[in-house]
């Protein structure tokens, strides 16, 4: 076999494998959604029959004949989608055939008192009226064999499999040829992975919906047989577990979603006498709500197809040379792309996941909102404020970077002796050193009464200063510590950037007859404009994410005056417990950081050529 044979062959298994798997995924998913049906609906139907069958004049069990003919009522209860078996004791009591129950399952039972699984059933212990003892078991099967995706699901199917054949034939092909079939490829296989996802998750919903079906059922069936629990309501939470069932009104037969409590709920309404209605409601977090993990999972299979494709068709049209250098490169880039994998873009992706749930520490469950803590974000008046400050904030990174170029210019007109070298250690000093240490030394030194700067000022006839308890010069005071802070690092990266230029430039300048301020202007400032563009870039972005400087100094005040966007995003977050609005919020940051920096460089760096 060939090589070209052995890549195609390869990359043939790689998208069968893809394929295959995920949807084998997926109808694992939707069968482990089923067993939670089943699980839930044998638990609802135990304690139904606890709920309607009267118990044994002698004894504390239930009258056996009567539990007989509640158990085969509820087999044939219409709409009901459970396929239940009712065991009294070991003997089944729907089909008299039936393998009765095993007597080690049921001293299980007693002994767990939850509901267990043997095989292809989900057993739900049957207790006795008062709770006490289990004298039988609800066995509820799940559904099997169902179909994994849906139409919609199988027609992107049938496009990634016309798109894969024709990556898999440009396989060998020249460069662009392999990439203009690969491109379309991987969008179409990112689209089946999306797809068989919204299966997924509406398998979910599925499955919730069917649970409040049946539990609606059997709460109307035991309200007609069980004439005191239509006034009492209460009397059915034993029958609604992992539920809650809320006064309401006549609604559609449907399940339905809605807001209550700022959670996404489930809800049907359920019918109990004529006049009497209540409200059925899943708890938030159940069902859908927890299918988010699987829509990374399955666009990492679907892109095993494009993946293999683009390496067979890269190894096929590149020399042998190159692709030894190009795998040697990427092996001694393995462990950094690792941790970058792990600790940025990790994250990054659970920022986006909390972002779109109300997700909170103080809250047991994580609901689903989709776009509600943006919406929420954006009208908050609090962010806007705190964004303008930010700006304003932001103005220092010009104005030190304006001393930092002139004290560039001073030293490096010095050369490189000791004296310059300990000038530059002196002024990198603040940048070294912690924030928290800065930040306490100037907060004493901005002391009203015994501070070295209102010590000066007294003696200077000017009277002292409430630098950071006054709002009108505290966001000032801050700004003047970030800038003896930054003021060494931006220096030495101006003097690096200083030492570069040739100096036959500006030899050739001072032979032409330009003075000191034309050779910088003319000569200096331009050649240096590569570097302006990263310390102004690299500041701007510093400056927007400032939080230690103003936690430790003023802790957001006076009066919100210093309350910056970074730390409101951190009062959000920890003070308020909102971790959903914090994460959105720390989203759209992102994004303003991105198009900032992206009008920065179109706007400033026209004119720049880097070597």
Known sequence: MSPLARWRAGVLFAMSAGALLLLALAQRAQSGYERTLAARDATAAAAYLTIVTPVARRGAGYDLPQLLIRARALEELPGFSGRFEIYHAT???????????????????????????????????????????????????????????STWSLGALLLLLVAGTQSLGAIGRPRHAWRQSIGPYGVVAAL??????????????????????????????????????????????????????????SGPSTAWRRAAGGAVRAAVAVRLAPGRWVELRARPGEGEAGTAVWLPVLLGLAALGPLGALLAAWSTATAPRQRRETVA???????????????????????????L???????????????????????????????????????????????????????????????????????????????????????????????????????????????????????AAVMLVSVWIHLGYQLTVFLAGLRAIPQTYLDAARVDGANAWQRFRRVTFPLLAPVTVFVLVTGIIGGFQVLALVMVLTGGGPLGATDLIAYHIYRIAWERQQFGDASALALLLFAVLFGATWAQLKLLDRRVEYG
Not at 205 to 213: H, I, M, V
Not at 332 to 353: D, G, I, K, R
């Open 91 to 149: 003997a089944p009591l729907i089909r008299a055939t039936a393998p009765p129950l095993g007597a080690a399952a049921l001293q299980q039972l007693r002994r767990e008192v939850a509901v267990r699984w043997t095989g292809e059933a989900a057993l739900a212990p049957l207790l006795d009226r008062d709770g006490w003892d289990v004298v039988g078991a609800v066995a509820a099967r799940a559904d099997a064999g169902t179909w994994p995706v």
């Open 329 to 355: 490169a990427w092996g001694f880039l393995a462990p950094s792309a690792l941790h970058l994998a792990a600790f940025s873009f990790a994250p990054l992706l659970l920022v986006v996941y909390v972002s």
């Open 192 to 249: 089946f992975g999306v797809a068989v996802f919204a299966d997924v998750r509406g398998a979910a919903a599925d499955a919730t919906d069917r649970w409040l079906y049946d539990t609606r059922l059997l709460m109307q069936e035991a309200a007609a047989r069980v004439p005191e629990i239509r006034s009492a309501p209460a009397g059915l939470a034993t029958l609604a577990r992992g539920a809650e069932i809320v006064p309401g009104d």
């Open 357 to 475: 749930h109300r997700w909170s520490p103080i809250e047991p469950t994580r609901a689903f909102v989709a776009l509600a803590n943006y919406g929420r974000v954006f009208r908050d008046p609090l962010v806007w404020s705190a964004l303008g400050r930010t700006l304003v904030y932001a103005l220092y990174v010009p104005a030190s970077m304006t001393l930092a170029l002139g004290l560039a210019v001073i030293i490096g007109r010095r050369g490189s002796g000791a004296a310059t070298s300990a000038l530059r250690a002196f002024f990198l000093l603040p940048y070294a050193s912690s924030v928290v240490a800065i930040a306490l030394v100037w907060q004493w030194m901005y002391h009203p009464d015994f501070g070295l700067l209102n010590q000066l000022l007294t003696r200077a006839g000017l009277g002292p200063v409430n630098w950071l308890g006054d709002p009108k010069t505290a966001l």
